[in-house]
């Protein structure tokens, strides 16, 4: 009787979506799923273009153990057995790359004049037939096998040449990776010759320029500051006149697009427990969503500690090869060759998004053109509560992602990326290149491509968590990480100002002056702006000669407001409920980025002495996971999903 109720419920349903009916009832003859779970995945095969079997696996209805072997009945197709024999590399001929990683398949063997294809996917053979480069007199014979062993055999086959593509996957008039530290040591061991030179014969007129131009640095930044402020300050009397257009639904995709999260993992032991949690958390289809582990061959310690997890049917460890760099864009231009997803995010392994995040991303995607490349969520610190450090650095975070960067959106000025929780569409992010694998900062680099290329970047909100750096010595080798792409992506851009000019637009140039450029030299040059406070004491000034009492008042004026704006930034940034409990320390700011003059003379030796190196951070050293993250007001404008 049940059988034929199940037979009966599966005959009407299959009037919804007649595909594969007798890989059903093969699935619940076998008790390899439930007859609820077959019909919700049908339903929900029914809505998308995912295959019935992919969202079996993803849902974990069905495990790959007990799908295979049904697949393998349906089909008529052997189960592949040679787990441990590595392909011969010369099998990648009858098989390309490009072919063989989206239809998740890879030649494994030849008996003969066979060949042997192994794949996941039989629905897809005959996709595969026509990508075969199978010279004549030889033939292919399809078998199934494990996901974790097709992609084992893909890297290897095609992996080395995948990893050196990787590598210098970006335009090189986009990258850094020509960057030559002996001409640039030389370069500027010559400029320091002919400023101390300038020096000796008229010390005065050096002194007088030097201030000028950490003077200029200063005040660049500070109208930065002004302008962005001013156009949040706007936007949110906007948001007050205008609430019936926020109160008004943005409607949903009706077909949620695959998104594929790239995950760099590098010596991550104790984070990946936590991180598939995280992941798991996420309130996305899980058929529509494709998580790739990136590690590295020699990192067995991620590894191991990612073998001995069950890992959900959409997520996949993916291996880079041993290349002439270890840099996390170097592992995101390889994790993209096996990429499901039409959108790409970036997550960092100690990320916790928030449960709506990529519902939200599909929303705003859904409403937006094409010319809108990349959503840039915002960031916070889990554990800003760990001591005085990460007080201070979920403060300017704050700043940076509340404030700062949706100001920037809303001039239309370029946005620097940060380094997760980024959205790109997948044409676009293959239009310019990918990622520069060279660079430390290649999250800022990529705003300005995108930029130069014509596609917009939007600040969403949505929130991700993350751990902030809270000792100070690690916290000085990630910013002096960040310093220093930040120099070497602007000396990159500015090898052509001209284009780069006409690419930006005049205001845009300018601005992004101030943003790269300006937004280290500020804290190179602010030892000298320093000089100035033995002033009130009545201490002699070199500046004494030429600036007047009143001269002076009218910059200390200016170093006031500066203090008053960075204060008032900071108080604004903090609104948020969770922060609020931050704000008794905003006054201790002006000490903290004393840090960052450290940093940035280190971020300017490692440019002559180490470019490439990839300072790493640490994770799981400064406070423990919390069970459930800070609650975030959500905007009116976001109207629910289904």
């Known amino acids: 009787m049940v059988a034929r109720n199940a037979d009966t419920k599966l005959a009407r349903t299959a009037a919804m979506r007649p595909a594969q009916p007798a890989l059903d009832r093969l699935l619940l003859a076998r008790g390899a ?20 079997g ?10 790959e153990a007990e799908m295979l072997p049904a697949l393998a009945e349906f089909h008529g197709l052997g189960l592949n057995d040679r787990i441990h024999a590595p392909p011969d590399p010369e099998l990648a001929h009858y098989l390309p790359a490009d072919a063989a990683l989206p239809l998740e398949a890879a030649p494994l063997g030849r008996m003969g004049a066979t060949v042997i294809i192994a794949t996941g996917r039989p629905d897809r053979c005959d996709d595969l037939r026509a990508a075969l480069r199978l010279p004549t007199g030889l033939q292919a014979a399809f078998v199934l096998a ?12 095609y992996g080395e040449r995948l990893a050196r593509i990787a590598e210098g996957q970006a335009p090189q008039g986009d990258s850094c990776r020509n960057w030559q530290t002996q001409i640039a040591s030389r370069t500027a061991l ?52 205008a609430p019936l257009a926020q109160d008004k639904a943005v409607t949903a995709p009706c077909v949620l697009p695959i998104i594929t999260i790239l995950v760099p993992l590098y010596q991550e032991r104790e984070i990946a427990t936590t991180l598939i949690r995280a ?49 996390k864009p170097r592992a995101l231009n390889f994790g993209l060759n096996f990429a499901r ?44 509560g760990y001591n005085l450090v990460s007080r201070l650095f979920a403060i300017e975070y704050a700043v940076w992602f509340r404030v700062l960067l949706p100001g920037v959106q809303r001039l239309g000025l370029v946005v620097p990326l ?41 600040i969403i909100e949505s929130v991700t968590f993350e751990e902030a750096n809270a000792a100070i010595m690690p916290w000085v080798r990630q910013r002096a990480r960040w310093q220093k792409g930040y120099l070497l992506t602007w000396a990159v851009a500015m090898r052509a100002p001209l284009a780069l000019l006409r690419a930006l637009g005049f205001w845009r140039f300018l601005a992004l002056q101030v943003q790269i ?90 440019i002559f002495y180490r470019p490439f190196d990839w300072a790493k951070t640490h994770h799981g050293q400064f406070g423990a996971i919390p069970a459930t993250m800070p609650q975030q007001p959500k905007r009116s404008s976001s109207a629910p999903l289904p």
């Not at 300038?198 to 500070?222: E, G, I, K, R």
């Not at 239009?431 to 060279?438: E, F, T």
């Open 54 to 63: 992919q969202v079996l696996l993803a849902r974990g209805a069905v495990s």
């Open 341 to 384: 997803g039409e959108i790409i995010g970036v997550y960092d392994a100690e990320d916790r998004p928030e449960s709506d995040q990529l519902l939200r991303v599909a929303q705003r995607f859904a409403s937006l053109g094409p010319d809108t490349a990349c959503l840039q969520g915002q960031l916070d610190y889990f554990n800003a």
């Open 517 to 606: 450029l300006c937004a280290v030299a500020g804290f190179l040059v602010a030892p000298l702006l320093w000089s100035l406070m033995v002033k009130p004491l009545g201490v002699p000034h070199p500046l004494d000669a030429v600036v007047s009492p009143f001269g002076y008042g009218v910059l200390a004026t200016i170093f006031v407001a500066s203090v008053v704006l960075s204060l008032t930034l900071a108080v604004y940034a903090t609104r948020a409920p969770h922060l609020r409990q931050l704000r008794p320390y905003i006054l201790l700011s002006e000490v903290y980025f004393l840090l960052g003059t450290v940093s940035a003379w280190r971020a300017v030796l490692d």
């Open 418 to 458: 940060g380094g997760t929780t980024q959205f790109i569409r997948r044409a676009a992010l293959t239009a310019v290149g990918g990622w520069d694998a060279h660079n430390v900062t290649e999250d800022a680099e990529l705003g300005i491509r995108l930029a130069r290329h014509g596609y917009r970047v939007q």
């Open 146 to 157: 494990p996901r974790a062993q097709i992609i084992t055999a893909q890297i290897a086959l």
């Open 190 to 241: 010559l400029i320091l010759a002919a400023m101390t030179t300038l020096t000796a014969l008229a010390p005065m007129a050096m002194v007088v320029a030097a201030f000028l131009a950490a003077l200029a640095v200063f005040l660049a930044n500070m109208v930065l500051k002004i302008i962005t402020f001013a156009a949040i300050l706007r936007r949110d009397r906007q948001d007050r006149r």
């Open 279 to 327: 992941l798991a958390d996420l309130d996305y289809p899980p058929e529509r969503l494709d998580v790739l582990l990136i590690t590295e061959v020699e990192d067995d310690l991620t590894r191991t500690a990612l073998s001995r997890l069950t890992l959900p049917g959409w997520a996949r460890v993916i291996t880079v090869p041993k290349g002439d760099l270890r840099t």
């Open 33 to 52: 799923a439930r007859l609820g779970d077959i019909l919700e995945a049908r339903e929900a095969a029914g809505l998308t273009d995912s295959w019935l």
